[in-house]
């Protein structure tokens, strides 16, 4: 499957993504309707990016006790039906990486669907910070960057 | 799909919220209003990706506040005229006033906010057509500066190559916030193994990813380069073939640099001698991949013009000029001029800057607004008494804005084209509406990738003009219709590529690119640069000529070089968010959600030092005015001690009532609108 993958080493926080987010979901752009949210941390010199991966065993999905959450069909995105929610909040307490929100009007909680596979928050991500790739990708992207570094330091060139 | 819907389907064309000419898919509901912008996937400039101001621009074009009728001043009101006779009003007016005062006494000055790539030279071509030199731009204080400073040196102003560099080096840029396609240019760059060096005072948000955050006191860059030339130049690691074969005055630049040990250099900017020398070693082992780009930051200093030559010279001993991973000297297009410059040269007529800036005239034929705006109201050297602005908002952008509001209410004809109303709009006798970029097409080249785009008009509103049929439409009114003969602004596309091999048809209807030109580099081996003696210019006898100095000297800015007591901080003004352009989209809706109102940023010191509490409402000072403005304690990390920084662009707190427009770069006329000296008092 295809997820958002989030690459801290290129995030600048500037923001583009969760406008994006919050406009395609609401029309606005208040960040606290964004299903991604990025933390800047001046004093650490860090921009860390996050929403949902989209986990294989989603423990969002196994502690919801109205069975709201399900996985998409097409995508494989873990969705939630915001008609099924009770606004109980136990996925967001079962989350790990704090990628599920609560939205203050309607009472129910909200995630990344991926825009139905086409996602906003890529499409404005000009740092490539984020990207919409297959979970195959993730340790090839790794491997790349630290491979480029290795190579600048033996002074070859770095071809792509 | 009904009949209905299928006629609006999407659009691909290109943004203009900023000027990077995005390629984006626009959407339309089933009533034809624009609903929705998408990026598009295939165009080798923004690669698939777009930034939020993009998607803004639905709230932008479908505002019930954008000004849709003509509008004239009658009394302390507006009364809505029909276009007509707005155009007929404005043509015999202009025609009076020229009778009576000279062709001269008419000016026209062009902004940002309806900004298209063929509006400069269109509105030269008016000015010249109409006989007058005055034609002014907001350029006299953003991007002239940067674009001379390198041009003296090199004959263009090259474009930084970030994938293949191994060091790149941001003077005063954030082009997170200002030039959002280059961030994607810079991470792949870093990605690839490059260094980032960000020369900033502030954090800025590229500096977030920076190996080397710099820090310099505002307004010290040109000490801080001159200090890497003389590592490089000291320790023998500048490129010797390139500097003997190519360039001019390399001599002189090695005996002024002498003064600038990392000693110096920390005295004068405060960046640890450690981190210069350790700059330079990067630049050393980068070899010829080392790609520089200066921002805005560099500009608003009355050393502007100086400190980028001596920025620009570390290209030229770092041997990265038009090299791969360095620089590039990009061609151009090679499109037809349209700015009428030999055809009416209007030598024998004096200019309302008096000839003070000769050299921004030489580069850009076009003269200082400061200056302008003292002679409508001195009348020295002659009065100006006219103006068409096409969307500038030099109330909210130029120095001294209290000045400005009397320069321009002093004017016997202003006439503004706007998207809105604007501070500067309610001065003007007329507002006439103005066309979004999505309601005209225009030709776009991208330099640094050498193609070229052309946007598609997705709609009209009947009595709303693109530009060129305003020129057109009052130039056929006044006795020079000749010079507008296209009969609409596409026709005028066909000819203005009639000279190049591009064919107009490959760009109709599409959001491709074209390059016309493959990408070469070391073009100096064979072909002489455009600079007076066809080499890179470490020295320039031209500015001699013009009673200038030969190398790029250094000046300290003068908060440094005559510090006042009671102006205890450095304040910077003009940088950019990443929801703005320039002083536009303050305001509008859902642009307010990124920075809600106007603030000033203050090291968390500075704040203690006087007992300052976050978001307290303070009152904020120069010599030239004050303002309130809330306080915004940033992080430690964020600016350096003793510095201020507050954007632009908010009325309910104009920060360019503090800034100066009598403290001018003597070179180009630009004005010190960073590195203000302030003071900060509390209210309560
Ligand atoms: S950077 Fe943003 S505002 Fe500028 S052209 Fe691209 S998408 Fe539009």
New interface residues.
Partial sequence: MKIVTMDP????????CE??C??HRT?????RNSAISVN?Y??K?A?IPMTCVHCRKAWCMEVCPAAAISRSADTDAVLIDANRCIGCKMCMLACPFGAINFDTEKLTCFKCDLCGGNPKCV???????LEFESEEAVPLANR??HD??L??MFGRE?ND | MTEMSRNFSPVNTFCRMCDNHCAITVHRDVSGQISDI??YPDHPW?Q?????KA??AVEIVNHPDRLMRPLKKVGSGWKEIDLEQALDEIADRVGDLQSNYGPETMSVWKGEATSFNQQEDLAKRFCRALGTPNYLSVDSLCFCTREIGWSLVYGCWPKPDFRNS?CMILWGANP??AH??L??QI??G?????TLVVIDPR?S??A??ADIHVKPKPGTDGALAWGLAHQLIANDWYDKDFVKNYTVGFDKVAVYAKDFTPEAVEAQTGVPAQTVIKVAALMHQAGSRVAQYTGNGVEHYENGVNNTRAIAYLDALCGSFDMEGGSLQADGLGQQSLALYEEIPLQQLKRVDGEKFPVLHDFRQECNTMTALDAILTGDPYSLRGMIMTAANPVMTNPNSEKVRKALSALDLFVVRELFMTETAQLADYILPAATFLERTELYTYAAIQSVSMSTRVQSIPGVQDEYQFWHDIAHRMDFGEHFPWEDESVLNEWLLQSTDVDFKDLQNTSKAVQYQAIKHKKWQHRPLTTPSGKVEFASSYLVANGYEEVGEYKAPYYIRSPKPEYPFSLITGARN??SYHSSYRGV???R??VPGPQVEMHPDDADGSGITDGETVKLSSAIGSIEIPVKI?????IIPGVLQATHGWKEANINVLTHDDILDPIDGFPVQKGVAVKVERIR
């Avoid at chain 1, 080493?9 to 583009?16: E, I, M, Q």
């Avoid at chain 1, 499409?123 to 910070?129: L, M, Y």
Wanted: net charge positive.
């Fill in positions: 080493r290129k995030c600048v926080a500037c923001g583009h406008n994006a919050a406009f029309g606005d752009y208040d960040h800047h001046p004093d010199s921009c499409q404005h991500c000009f740092p490539g910070a790349n960057q480029n570094r190579a600048v770095n | 998408e990026s923004n698939g990706r777009i930034c939020s998607g803004g191994r997170p916030a959002p396609p961030t994607r991470l792949k870093r990605e690839r193994g490059a954090l948000t590229i977030r990813q990443h929801l809706g859902r642009f959600a990124e940033v992080s430690r990390q964020e």
